[in-house]
C-alpha cells in the first residue's frame, strides 16, 4: 500500500533550527511536497522536491533521498509564527497526492 | 488577486438531508479538487476534475458527487448526509498538467451531520 510517515508533534525553541522528517512508501514517484497549515486555516505550498539533494528557500529548505523514500523540511532562525502543521505529500504514478497525517510544530519562547 | 472561495464556511445539517458546498476559482485553473481533512488522518482525496465535464472518483468517494459545467466551479454534493461525512472540506486547485503538485486551497468548509 501506500504511505507517509511523519512525527505527529514536534516542539522547539524560538530562534532554534528544527527537522521534520518524512518517510514515503508510494507507487511510482513524482515528487514529494510540503504544505504549512496555520490552525482553522488551508495549507499553503511550501515546496517541491523531485530530484535527490538540497532546496534552500530562505529560512526553509527541503531535502529528497529518492532511495531511501525519505525527505525532510528544515526551519531555520525560527519564529513564533512559524507554529503550524506540516503536510508531507508525495505524488505517485497517478500523479495522485499522497498526504501524511502532518506534524504540529509548536514554538516555545 | 486571483483566489478560490469555498462557501458555506461553516454547515449543520442532519442526517439524511442532502447538502451542497460551493467552490469558485477564479484562478483559471483547469484541475480542481475536494478533500477531507479529519483528525488524526492526511488529506483525502473525494473527487477531482482536470478540466470542463470530467470528473473522477478518488479515495474515499463513497456518498460524493460533483459536477464541473464550467471552469470555475466544483461543486461537491452529500447525497444523504451521514455523521461519519461530519469534517473539514477543502477544495483545491491546479494549474493545467497532472504533475503539478502545487494545489491552492480554498478556506475549508466545516461541516457537522447531526
Known amino acids: ?109 | 488577486d486571483a483566489e478560490i472561495t469555498q462557501s458555506p464556511r461553516h454547515k449543520i445539517t442532519e442526517t439524511g438531508r442532502q447538502v451542497t458546498l460551493a467552490c469558485h476559482q477564479t484562478w483559471n485553473h483547469n484541475n480542481m479538487f475536494w478533500y477531507r481533512q479529519d483528525l488524526g488522518h492526511g488529506l483525502r482525496l473525494i473527487h477531482y476534475s482536470y478540466g470542463v465535464q470530467d470528473t473522477n472518483k478518488g479515495e474515499v468517494s463513497d456518498g460524493y458527487s460533483v459536477s464541473r459545467s464550467n471552469t470555475e466551479d466544483l461543486p461537491l454534493t452529500l447525497e444523504s448526509a451521514a455523521s461519519s461525512q461530519t469534517s473539514v472540506y477543502f477544495c483545491a486547485s491546479s494549474e493545467q498538467g497532472r504533475e503539478t503538485g502545487e494545489l491552492f486551497f480554498g478556506e475549508g468548509s466545516r461541516l457537522t451531520v447531526l
Not at chain 1, 531535502?63 to 509564527?81: I, N, P, T
Open chain 1, 1 to 109: 500500500g501506500q504511505n507517509i510517515d511523519q512525527p505527529t508533534e514536534m516542539t522547539a525553541t524560538e530562534g532554534a533550527i528544527v527537522q521534520i522528517n518524512c518517510t514515503y512508501q508510494t507507487s511510482g514517484f513524482n515528487g514529494l511536497f510540503w504544505y504549512q497549515q496555520h490552525a482553522g486555516e488551508a495549507p499553503t505550498f511550501l515546496s517541491y522536491n523531485v530530484l535527490d539533494g538540497l532546496e534552500e528557500k530562505g529560512r526553509f529548505s527541503s531535502f529528497l533521498s529518492r532511495s531511501k523514500g525519505y525527505s525532510y523540511l528544515l526551519l531555520k532562525e525560527l519564529q513564533m509564527k512559524d507554529s503550524a502543521s506540516y503536510l508531507c505529500a508525495a505524488m505517485d504514478s497517478n500523479y495522485q497526492l499522497i498526504w501524511g497525517a502532518g506534524t504540529k510544530l509548536i514554538i516555545k519562547p
